[in-house]
């Protein structure tokens, strides 16, 4: 089976432009979940999707904003961009919202210029 | 919220070394979970453990939920496995540690 996919792998883009981010769950998992990761540091919890609810959010400006799709696929929008939102971004899905292992995808690594 | 530790920070070791990296948190927590970050970034899932004791092959690890640790033993350790070990704990969302950078040398 496929593990979790991410699309782009790598994206630049300038100062106030708006992203898209997509994420494909492992078949069979509901539950889809976007961290970023800055240079040096481990992965910040941004959202957290079930069954297309938004089950969590993490400490992050409402410029971020995320949707879940009934195939469980997910996008991840960031408005506004900043130099700061240079990252990579990691999508992982589990079979349900809490309590479940987390698989990873290989991320999107996005460069603001 | 949640505190998430990992020690030591840098660990380097010499091929065929043994290590043990430890991971502390503040919370009673549902989920544990142990990763492996390899040089291109790929996340690798090591083990889900929130207690008792798992092992895989050359690596094992041990949470002991009631003391709020988990240790992951890495024996005989390969050049392969260097890289950034994380400790990510969940209650309300998923926490990861800052991590440990192993670098095993030959």
């Known amino acids: 089976d496929a593990g979790v996919t991410q699309s782009p792998t790598h994206l630049i883009k300038t100062r106030g432009q708006q992203v898209t981010l997509r994420c494909s769950p492992i078949s069979g998992h509901k539950s889809v979940s976007w961290y970023q990761q800055v240079l040096g540091q481990g992965p910040q919890f941004i959202f957290q999707?079930?069954?297309?609810?938004?089950?969590g959010r993490g400490n992050f400006p409402d410029r971020f904003s995320a949707r879940q799709f009934p195939n469980y696929s997910s996008e991840l929008n960031v408005n506004a961009l900043l130099l700061g939102d240079s990252a990579l971004y990691l999508c992982?899905?589990?079979?349900?919202?809490?309590?479940?292992?987390?698989?990873f995808g290989d991320g999107t690594r996005l460069s603001i210029l | 919220g949640i505190q998430v530790e990992q020690s030591p920070p840098d660990l380097i070791l010499q091929e065929g070394a043994n290590s043990t990296l430890r991971c502390n948190f503040s919370?009673?927590?549902?989920?544990l979970q142990w990763f492996h970050q390899n040089p291109w970034g790929q996340l690798i899932n090591l083990f889900y453990?929130?207690?008792g004791t798992k092992q895989n092959g050359r690596l094992s690890a041990t949470t002991v939920a009631t003391e709020r640790y988990s240790l992951l033993y890495i024996s005989s350790s390969q050049t392969t496995d260097s890289g950034v070990y994380f400790c990510a704990v969940e209650l309300n969302d998923m926490r990861f540690g800052a991590g440990t950078r192993l670098t095993v040398k030959p």
């Open positions: 453990i929130p207690s």
């Open positions: 992982a899905s589990s079979r349900r919202g809490g309590d479940q292992p987390q698989h």
């Open positions: 999707y079930y069954e297309k609810e938004e089950r």
């Open positions: 919370d009673s927590v549902n989920n």
